[in-house]
């Protein structure tokens, strides 16, 4: 009799014993795990099994077969005839589809609308710009009394001029008319008077003509300082419109901008909305699933337990001397009486 590593014990069997559960249990947590394994395999697509209720070796065991009324196979077309890749395809979770994908939503017609002002409206106000930087050259000007005054000198000064040799021509006339009635015609005292009265003529019409100079210079002076401040005016509206048409274009950007932001924004939360749905609707069978897993777990074990095999057997041999011994004890009891 050997024990260890060496040979076991002679006419000694091993007893193997069974734990399960109770059977109504086994059945329904086996049930799970066949629901579980459908749904890891097909996802939510609709294959049905040909044989739900076979056993291992009969006809249609772990055989499927498409129910579905779409079209993308023919009623009744086995999971197993299907390719490679059709296979992998309808096991995802989101059936021939796939999961779903998670979206962007895109700009906004407002935020589209924004960035072409945008783009459109750069250097837009450059014309003002530009007339501004006109104006104000011109504002800078110099004075040129030369040329200036020509357009405000009196056009009827020729008529006044006339007008004044007139009046002196006739005290010539007179002064002449007197001279000769005395008897001083061509003297000398006629003479000096006419004199007079021409030195008071050239005197006359150079103050009439230098009267007729400076108010034309004056109004040239006081009109080109009007223009230029005009000018320094225009100068500053049009800088002026060019910025305001800038901010107002800015402020009309930014409108649109927020604008279409907040619907932007709405549509990516309607598309988050709809993807988180998607999802919940893929996987809300696997939550039960788990969900009933976690209660078959959490319940007390009622196993019961399955025995088989024999003890050691009685050997017989020792049986054999045994008997022996007891013999020769009562023959040598009877033997000393």
Not at 202 to 214: E, H, L, M, P
Not at 224 to 252: H, I
């Amino acid at each position: 009799m050997s024990f260890g590593g060496g040979d076991s014990p002679q006419n000694t069997t091993f007893q193997t014993q069974y734990t399960r559960d109770a059977p109504q249990i086994e059945a329904a947590k086996l049930g799970l795990m066949k629901t579980a394994q459908d749904y890891t395999r097909f996802g939510m697509n609709p294959w049905e099994a040909i044989a739900p209720d076979a056993k291992p070796g009969e006809t249609g065991y772990g055989e499927y077969e498409y129910t579905g009324a779409d079209g993308r196979y023919a009623t009744g077309t086995k999971f197993g005839d299907l390719t490679r890749e059709q296979r992998a395809r309808e096991g995802q979770a989101g059936g021939a589809g796939g999961i779903p994908a998670q979206q962007v939503a895109a700009f906004d017609p407002m935020q589209t609308q924004a960035f072409g002002l945008a783009q459109t409206g750069l250097g837009s106000f450059q014309p003002y710009l530009n007339a501004a930087s006109q104006f104000t050259q011109q504002a800078t000007q110099a004075y040129d009394p030369s040329e200036a005054y020509k357009p405000y000198m009196n056009p009827y000064q020729d008529e006044v001029i006339g007008a004044i040799e007139d009046q002196f021509a006739k005290a010539q006339n007179l002064q002449a008319q007197q001279a000769a009635q005395t008897g001083a015609f061509g003297g000398a005292r006629q003479g000096i008077q006419s004199a007079e009265l021409a030195a008071q003529q050239a005197k006359t019409v150079g103050q009439a003509q230098a009267q007729n100079y400076g108010q034309a210079q004056a109004q040239a002076q006081q009109q080109f300082a009007s223009q230029m401040g005009r000018y320094g005016e225009a100068a500053k509206m049009s800088a002026g419109l060019g910025g305001q048409q800038q901010q107002q274009q800015l402020g009309d950007i930014a409108s649109l901008m927020s604008a279409g932001s907040v619907q932007q924004q709405r549509a990516q939360q309607e598309l988050d909305a709809t993807y988180q749905q998607q999802l919940q609707q893929l996987y809300e069978p696997y939550q039960r699933l788990g969900f009933t897993s976690d209660i078959y777990q959490g319940m007390p074990s009622s196993a019961m337990a399955i025995s088989m095999g024999t003890s050691p057997g009685s050997n017989p041999l020792a049986q054999t001397v045994g008997a022996g011994i007891t013999g020769l004890a009562g023959y040598q009891a009877i033997k000393g009486n």
